[in-house]
């Protein structure tokens, strides 16, 4: 009996070991050395309490601060939406316009030095949210093309992560977000699909962040914020 114990236990001990090493080998290493050197401020929407909040912090992570949070005052007639969807950071001003839900209808909104003031129903002119298809920073592009990551940098272009055969622009693609105002720097998303992800989803539900960042150089990654829309600043 005891024996059968100290077996299920080493089997058990194993499981957990390369269930483990999987998850470094599907997502790759984290270096925090990577992002303890990158440089500027990044502001960003985060979720706080399932509603997705502004926040800036160092492009390192430190300093965290949350900017703005709408919960509470996105009454939708019938209920509420307290998300933030989109927002727009003008670098020599300061200010932050951003869409938010009030009285029944999606309006922007404008953050200064920690006022917000609202300035009107949505002008979908105003605020253009990301594409994730192309980034261009400086001398810098990233961009999608059949799901893949391409970089053109020094007149160069490479594909530097292949999403393989069987692309989806919906359930299997990489997506860019941002890269840094060097370039550096490249902030994407791996939302690529498989078996295995789907393991990893069913034991750590809503845990997984499949957000990167990638030094363009060395080719070395790490996770990152867990965001969709973020801005990167010097």
């Not at 261009?136 to 999608?144: E, L, Q």
């Not at 990638?214 to 990152?224: F, G």
Request: glycine content about 8%; aromatic content about 14%.
């Amino acid at each position: 009996m005891k024996k059968k114990v100290i077996v299920g236990i080493v089997v058990l001990l194993g499981f957990y070991a390369l269930f483990f090493i999987g998850v470094k080998l599907y997502y790759g290493e984290s270096y925090t050395s990577l992002v303890s050197q990158l440089e500027g401020e990044v502001y960003y929407l985060k979720r706080v309490d399932g509603n997705l909040a502004l926040f800036k912090s160092q492009a390192n992570m430190e300093n965290e601060e949350l900017l703005y949070s709408h919960a509470g005052k996105g009454d939708t007639g019938s209920g509420f939406n307290d998300n933030i969807t989109d927002f727009h950071l003008d670098e020599e001003t300061g200010v932050i316009t951003f869409i938010a839900m009030y009285e029944g209808e999606w309006t922007e909104f404008e953050y200064n030095k920690g006022n917000v003031t609202r300035k009107g129903p949505e002008d979908e002119k105003d605020i253009i949210g990301p594409s994730y298809e192309e980034v261009i920073v400086k001398d810098t592009r990233a961009y999608i093309d059949q799901g893949s990551i391409y970089v053109t940098r020094n007149n160069e272009t490479i594909r530097l992560k292949d999403v393989g055969s069987n692309y989806d622009q919906n359930y299997n693609t990489y997506l860019v977000l941002e890269i840094s105002p060097d370039g550096r720097y490249l902030i994407y998303c791996d939302s690529r699909n498989s078996i295995f992800r789907g393991i990893l989803d069913m034991f750590l539900p809503g845990k997984i962040n499949n957000k990167y960042v990638i030094d363009l150089e060395t080719k070395k990654v790490s996770t990152y914020i867990d965001t969709m829309d973020i801005v990167w600043i010097q």
